[in-house]
């Protein structure tokens, strides 16, 4: 009963159907048992509202999602990895050896975004039918000699352990606590990862260097050049930048649009848009950077062009959702029917509201 209380939130928010919200009960409650926190299965709600998923694939999951948060991997790149690799059909072991791939690079202060591309490409979506030597040789030959790194060491230890405790078929209670009291393991070593500051210039690795990384980047200029045209809005240009996306599918972690497309990729790309024209780097990829944006307005000054912020969370203060004003009383937001208009002054939206920046100086029609 607890945990359904806590997902209705979700899925109004989402606008999920009774059968996929049957499917997530199950999902929680066994993540529960096996002692994965509420507040890091919750993320991955968007995601498998669409797909069947094993319950031990799931376990996993939250471990990533737990692990690469507690790494600080930047929200954009750990959303956009895991949703490729689900949509590439990665079970469970491949994904957490994947995301400690990501901690790794961070501890050697390369490029994430770049890592994430390759590890996607080089990594076996099977990881549990290959060895797990084999697994580490891959993520060794990506990121390189900085592996040898003592704490380095310990998370590549981790990988190993990690998937000794889920070569096991089954998915009683019991192998779900194992996986998840194994990956426990790494913590402190992840812990330790979090304090080194990630460099403005990523540190030289041929192979890295050649990627494109699976988020978009964008050679911005510096803030002193950016016109300033763009601070005011034309309603007419949101509204035709909006329309075109009307009935997007979802994705989770989808930033260009290309197969759906999630809440801030979404209200990123309509505002990025040429006949809107907000600068690259006004406009982050995901929603804590968004959440930073402009300035902060309360919620009886919303106009269009503001953007929104939600939560479906017992955290109330944690962000989960964000979308972008159309006028004082409605929004465009992606969920999991697709791109849709929500009205914002519906009880339930009002009861959720967390936030709204603004970022226009001004609004014309």
Not at 115 to 143: D, E, F, H, Q, Y
Not at 211 to 232: H, Q, R
Request: glycine content about 6%; charged content about 25%.
């Amino acid at each position: 009963r607890n945990i359904t209380e806590r997902i209705i939130p979700w899925a109004m928010m989402e606008h999920l159907e009774p059968p996929e919200v049957a499917r997530i009960i199950v999902y929680m409650y066994h993540a529960d048992e096996a002692g994965a926190p509420f507040l890091d299965a919750e993320d991955l709600i968007p995601l498998v509202a669409q797909r069947d998923i094993p319950l031990k694939d799931f376990v996993l999951m939250v471990q990533y999602n737990r692990e690469t948060k507690q790494a600080e991997i930047p929200e954009e790149i750990r959303h956009s990895f895991l949703g490729e690799a689900v949509q590439r059909k990665w079970d469970g072991v491949s994904i957490l050896a994947g995301g400690r791939g990501l901690i790794l690079a961070r501890s050697a202060m390369l490029d994430i975004n770049k890592t994430a591309t390759l590890l996607l490409n080089k990594l076996p979506a099977n990881g549990a039918r290959v060895s797990s030597s084999n697994i580490i040789s891959i993520i060794k030959g990506i990121i390189g000699d900085p592996v040898k790194q003592q704490n380095s060491q310990k998370i590549i230890n981790n990988i190993e352990n990690a998937h000794n405790a889920v070569t096991v078929r089954e998915n009683s209670p019991r192998v779900l606590k194992n996986i998840i009291r194994n990956a426990d393991q790494a913590d402190s070593n992840i812990r330790k990862v979090r304090t080194v500051a990630i460099p403005k210039k990523p540190k030289k690795n041929t192979k890295i260097d050649r990627e494109a990384g699976i988020v978009p980047e964008y050679k911005t200029k510096p803030s002193a050049a950016i016109p300033k045209s763009w601070k005011t809005l034309s309603r007419n240009n949101l509204y035709s930048s909006i329309r075109p996306w009307m009935g997007t599918p979802y994705k989770y972690g989808g930033k260009t649009g290309k197969g759906g497309i999630d809440c801030s990729g979404f209200t990123r790309i309509v505002l990025i848009n040429n006949k809107i024209g907000v600068p690259h780097n006004i406009i982050g990829h995901g929603t804590a950077r968004q959440r930073k944006a402009g300035y902060a307005i309360k919620r009886r000054n919303i106009r269009a062009g503001d953007l929104v912020f939600f939560s479906a969370s017992p955290n109330r203060s944690k962000v989960t959702h964000v979308g972008l004003a159309t006028s004082p009383g409605t929004f465009a937001h992606s969920c999991n029917r697709g791109v849709v208009h929500d009205k914002l002054t519906s009880k339930w939206w009002k009861r959720r509201y967390v936030t709204s920046r603004r970022v226009f100086t001004q609004v014309k029609d």
